[in-house]
C-alpha cells in the first residue's frame, strides 16, 4: 500500500518516467534505448516503483509477448500520461510567462488611439507584466502600413486598413461618424445630421493626410452642400479643443467622452451613408513573428475592441425595442 511518506518521494523521482516509457514501448530493452540508458538501470527504477507502490506493475515471462501491465499497471500508465501531459502544459505556460517578465513592443496606433484606446490597454498590460517595455509610434493609417510591411512596429491598430492587402486582421469594430460640437451650438440639439446640415457653418476638418478628410471629402463630392472649412489639422486634440471653445464643429469616428479634456463637447450621430460608420483593427503581418510580450498586448487590445463592441451592439438593440 502506498503510504503519505512513498508519495512526495515518486512525485520527483524518475521512476515514472521510466515505467511510462517500457508501458509505452512494451520492452525494458526499447524503453532503454529510447532513453539512451542501460536496460538494467530502467528495470531496476521500475522494480523499485514496484516496491514503492506495494505492487506488479507488470507480468514478465519469456518470449517476445512476456512482458503485459497487470491491472494496476493499466492504471498507473493512464494516470502518468494524464499527470506528464499536464506538466508539459505547465512548461509551456512557464516559458510563456518567463516572456512577459521581460521584453519590448513597439505599436503602431492613430492618434486619436494614442489618447483613449491605447492608454487604457497599455496601464492594464502593465499592472500585470510591469517589466515590460514599449515604443508607441502615432501615425495616420497608410504610413502605419508602411511601417508594418518594414517591420519598424509589431502591430497597428486604426481606422480603415484597406482590405486589398496582406495583412491579418486579429480584430475589427465598426464605429459610428459624429459631428462634434459644443454644447451650446444650435447642431447639438438635433438627434441627427446629414451633411446638408453643414451649409455655411464654420468646420474645424482633419486635413487631407487622415483618412477620415479622405472619406468625408467623397461623400461631400456626392452632395450639394457648400460647406465652410475654416481651420485644417492633423491634430484630433487641436480639432477638440477647437469645437469646445465654440470655433466650429468637427466629425470624430466614435465617442471618447470619458478622455479629459473632452467632455466639453456633444456628439450627434451623422445619418449619412457614406458617413455612418469606418472600420477600427487590429492587425499584422502574418509572416511576422511576434514575441510573446507583442502577441498577449496585441490580445488584450482585441478584448478591450469586442468589448465596445458588444457595447454598441446592446445600445443599438436597445434603441430599436424602444
Known amino acids: 500500500?502506498?503510504?503519505?511518506?512513498?508519495?512526495?518521494?515518486?512525485?520527483?523521482?524518475?521512476?515514472?518516467?521510466?515505467f511510462a516509457e517500457v508501458a509505452t514501448k512494451g520492452s525494458f530493452r526499447a524503453a532503454a534505448e529510447s532513453l539512451n540508458i542501460a536496460p538494467s538501470a530502467v528495470n531496476r527504477q521500475v522494480t523499485n516503483l514496484e516496491h514503492d507502490l506495494g505492487i506488479k506493475l507488470f507480468e514478465r515471462a519469456r518470449g517476445r509477448s512476456g512482458l503485459r501491465l497487470t491491472d494496476a499497471g493499466r492504471i498507473l500508465q493512464f494516470r502518468v500520461r494524464a499527470a506528464l501531459n499536464e506538466l508539459y502544459i505547465a512548461n509551456d505556460e512557464i516559458n510563456a510567462l518567463q516572456g512577459l517578465q521581460r521584453g519590448h513592443v513597439i505599436i503602431g496606433v492613430n492618434e486619436g488611439l494614442a489618447t483613449n484606446l491605447i492608454p487604457r490597454a497599455v496601464r492594464s498590460f502593465n499592472e500585470q507584466y510591469p517589466s515590460i517595455t514599449y515604443t508607441i509610434l502615432v501615425d495616420n493609417t497608410r504610413r502605419l502600413v508602411s511601417r508594418l510591411r518594414a517591420g519598424e512596429i509589431d502591430f497597428a491598430v486604426g481606422y480603415n486598413f484597406p482590405t486589398n492587402t496582406d495583412l491579418r486582421f486579429v480584430e475589427k469594430l465598426s464605429l459610428k461618424m459624429f459631428l462634434?460640437?459644443?454644447?451650446?451650438?444650435?447642431?447639438?440639439?438635433?438627434?441627427?445630421?446629414?451633411?446638408?446640415?453643414l451649409n455655411n457653418v464654420n468646420l474645424v476638418l482633419p486635413d487631407s493626410s487622415l483618412l477620415?478628410?479622405?472619406?468625408?471629402?467623397?461623400?461631400?463630392?456626392?452632395?450639394?452642400?457648400?460647406?465652410?472649412?475654416?481651420i485644417e489639422t492633423n491634430s484630433f486634440d487641436l480639432i477638440y479643443a477647437l469645437v469646445g471653445i465654440g470655433i466650429g464643429v468637427g466629425i470624430v469616428t466614435g465617442r471618447t467622452d470619458e478622455v479629459m479634456g473632452r467632455?466639453?463637447?456633444?456628439?450627434?450621430?451623422?445619418?449619412?451613408?457614406?458617413?455612418?460608420?469606418?472600420?477600427?483593427?487590429?492587425?499584422?503581418?502574418?509572416?511576422?513573428?511576434?514575441?510573446i510580450a507583442a502577441q498577449t498586448l496585441m490580445n488584450t487590445i482585441c478584448a478591450i475592441l469586442r468589448k465596445s463592441g458588444d457595447m454598441q451592439q446592446k445600445e443599438q438593440t436597445e434603441a430599436l425595442s424602444v
Open 1 to 18: 500500500m502506498l503510504d503519505q511518506i512513498a508519495t512526495p518521494r515518486l512525485a520527483r523521482s524518475t521512476a515514472l518516467r521510466y
Open 212 to 230: 477620415l478628410r479622405q472619406t468625408f471629402d467623397v461623400a461631400l463630392s456626392q452632395s450639394d452642400a457648400l460647406i465652410r472649412p475654416i
Open 263 to 291: 467632455n466639453n463637447v456633444e456628439y450627434v450621430e451623422i445619418s449619412d451613408v457614406l458617413l455612418s460608420s469606418n472600420v477600427l483593427a487590429c492587425c499584422h503581418l502574418p509572416n511576422r513573428s511576434l514575441s
Open 180 to 197: 462634434i460640437t459644443a454644447r451650446d451650438h444650435p447642431l447639438s440639439k438635433l438627434p441627427n445630421v446629414t451633411i446638408s446640415d
